[in-house]
T-cell receptor, first 115, second 111 residues
Framework: KAGVTQTPRYLIKTRGQQVTLSCSPI?????VSWYQQTPGQGLQFLFE???????NKGNFPGRFSGRQFSNSRSEMNVSTLELGDSALYLC??????????????FGPGTRLTVL | GDSVTQMEGPVTLSEEAFLTINCTYT??????LFWYVQYPGEGLQLLLK?????DKGSNKGFEATYRKETTSFHLEKGSVQVSDSAVYFC??????????FGPGTRLSVLP
């Protein structure tokens, strides 16, 4: 069974630009979550999607948005990039998003560098 | 809000040494508790989990017990190997809430 895939793996952008990251969950998984990982702030939850609906949202500005398609693939978008958005963005999928019964599987991440 | 505290390290051990990584949490309600591991250049992998008080999670020789009275979920392994070198994250998630991760503990095991 293929794991969670994220594209692209590496991305370099300049301040003010926007970026779209993609995540393909494990086949059959309906829950997709996004996280930002930085050396200073650690792992922070961005949002979770389930069956095309945003189910949970972290404490990030409105420049960060996401969506999920009917095939459970998900994209996240960051507009008006800032230097502080440089991070590893991780996507994770699970069957139903129930932590007590589901296992969350992480992708390898997209490394975003903002210059 | 919910939070997770863990020793940040780095922790450096010799092969076959005993490992303990401390993790304590603050949460309303009764969260599920997790340990994740991140190898260099990779995403996170679930190592073990426990969903209620006194549950013991175990995997690959690692163990952790959900201690409600001390709000702790310490990770232990009796004999570490060089291949265990990685960053370990303690995390919690209450029903309907987001995952909350600790800062991670970097472990280096020397041959």
């Amino acid at each position: 069974k293929a794991g969670v895939t994220q594209t692209p793996r590496y991305l370099i952008k300049t301040r003010g630009q926007q970026v779209t990251l993609s995540c393909s969950p494990i086949s059959g998984h309906r829950s997709v979550s996004w996280y930002q990982q930085t050396p200073g702030q650690g792992l922070q939850f961005l949002f979770e999607y389930f069956s095309e609906t945003q189910r949970n949202k972290g404490n990030f500005p409105g420049r960060f948005s996401g969506r999920q398609f009917s095939n459970s693939r998900s994209e996240m978008n960051v507009s008006t990039l800032e230097l502080g958005d440089s991070a590893l963005y991780l996507c994770a999928s699970s069957l139903l998003g129930q932590p007590s019964t589901d296992t969350q599987y992480f992708g390898p991440g997209t490394r975003l560098t903002v210059l | 809000g919910d939070s997770v505290t863990q020793m940040e390290g780095p922790v450096t051990l010799s092969e076959e040494a005993f490992l303990t990584i401390n993790c304590t949490y603050t949460a309303t309600g009764y969260p599920s508790l997790f340990w994740y591991v991140q190898y260099p250049g990779e995403g996170l992998q679930l190592l073990l989990k426990a969903t209620k008080a006194d549950d013991k999670g175990s995997n690959k020789g690692f163990e952790a017990t959900y201690r409600k009275e001390t709000t702790s979920f310490h990770l232990e392994k009796g004999s570490v190997q060089v291949s265990d070198s990685a960053v370990y994250f303690c995390a919690l998630r209450a029903t309907g809430q987001n995952f909350v991760f600790g800062p991670g503990t970097r472990l280096s095991v020397l041959p």
